[in-house]
């Protein structure tokens, strides 16, 4: 019964990391929004929404797993420059996805700018 239940209970954990892991957007790391026109917000929600949160503060659940940083602060907001916010976007620091060949210059620009409007 016991050993039962280990199984039971590891294959529930198995399942709940492969869907976090091998999802199809986490495999090509996000489908960007394909438009020159494309608004920073449109491409924030599409491509960084699900650990950033469309607020920006990481309270996803995806992002509290892999601890995606709160664009949202003051500290973050005065401490990080717009080169370094794009520079994130194109290299994919940590956990984060590149982005360097999924977006444009265009792209990262209009982000880095939806970025700043996210400061509390």
Known sequence: MKKTKVIVIASGIFVLCLSLFYHPTRMSAATPVASNQTSGKELFEKNCAKCHGEDGQAKTFRGKFTHARNLTTAD?????????????????????PSFEKKLTADEINALVQYVRTLKK
């Open 76 to 96: 973050f907001q005065s401490d990080t420059s717009d080169e370094q916010i794009a520079d994130a976007i194109r290299t994919g620091p940590k956990a984060m």
